[in-house]
């Protein structure tokens, strides 16, 4: 069917106005998250018993200074800037940043979940019908103990690469150094997963016969990068039955990348690495193939 001009900028109509319509409903309820955001922030002071000073600019300001610096290539005087020209305001950047800092965690942190249920209600399931999960942990040094001695606590994190948004970060303290694989266990027997609708992606370094037998045990769809020195990369026969009973598959796979380095005249070189990789999963076969897995462990990145 072909349509002539008139038609074609109808339909082009109808297709804006009900573009601009979802959008608006969307603004709508994204605006509903923040609604009484000054109120809310002050009482979650005062629970705490600090009180706050009239000031020319409220916590309000200072979330809309704080979400429109996270945009890629925007510097804090460029939203200062904005934000003032558009309120009709005369803040130095100094005032939102020193109002942001007052603002509990708590308060981010109801917000996220609230963001969350939000973009879970309009993903397309059928688009994506896994979330790829990303798991890692690291560490930071802390004083928890305040003794003035120098800790080293484990945090673990967790990322929906599929998605693109951070879903955790947990700290998990000293007590849990070295522990990332129990702590990632305890992290799903407290959290009420839809597990079926999940790809967990690891690193190396969770790599253990022990440990993929326990994420089958829980139903766990993984992905799991084996160090290149493994022996069952030598020798399958050391791989334990029920592990290969489970549908677990080993692949292998080489990667080349470019970089461009300094040689001594302090020169662009171009070089070439060929990196070596292998995969487990328990991923089916049928439905995703060795390039897919290699595609999912690559989306952790």
């Known amino acids: ?39 809310n922030i002050k009482n979650m002071l005062l629970k705490k018993k600090i009180k706050t000073r009239h000031s020319k600019i409220s916590f309000t300001d200072a979330l809309c200074y704080i979400f429109n610096y996270s945009f890629i290539d925007y510097s804090k005087q460029n939203v200062v800037s904005s934000y003032n020209f558009e309120n009709d305001k005369n803040v130095n950047r100094t005032s939102y940043y020193k109002k942001e800092l007052k603002i509990p965690i708590s308060f981010y942190d109801k917000i996220f979940i609230k963001i969350k249920n939000l973009l879970n209600k309009y993903l397309d399931k059928n688009k994506n019908p896994f979330n790829i999960i990303a798991v890692d ?25 599929t998605n693109h948004i951070p879903i955790n970060l947990e700290l998990k303290g000293i007590e849990n150094k070295n522990k990332e694989i129990s702590s990632f266990i305890d992290h799903i027997k407290n959290n009420n997963f839809d597990v079926n609708n ?8 969770y790599f253990s016969y022990q440990f993929i037998d326990t994420l089958n045990e829980y139903k766990l769809n993984f992905v799991i990068r084996i160090k290149n020195n493994c022996i069952c990369i030598k020798d399958k026969t050391k791989i334990p039955d029920k592990i290969t009973d489970n549908n677990v598959r080993f692949i292998n796979y080489t990667n080349k990348i470019e970089s461009i380095k300094k040689d ?23 439905k995703y193939n060795d390039d897919l897995i290699k595609d999912i462990y690559l989306m952790r990145w």
């Open 137 to 161: 942990g690291t560490y930071s040094n802390t004083n928890i103990k305040n003794d003035k001695t120098l800790e080293t606590c484990l945090n673990m994190g967790y990322y929906d690469a």
């Open 264 to 286: 001594k005249n302090n020169k662009d070189v171009k070089i070439e690495e060929t990196i070596i990789c292998n995969l487990v999963t328990n991923l089916n076969k049928e």
């Open 198 to 205: 999940l790809i967990f992606v690891f690193d190396r370094a």
């Open 1 to 39: 069917m072909i349509y002539d001009e008139k038609s074609f900028k109808l339909i082009l109509s109808k297709y804006n106005n009900v573009l601009n319509n979802k959008l608006k409903i969307l603004s709508n309820e994204i605006n509903e998250l923040f609604m009484n955001s000054d109120t």
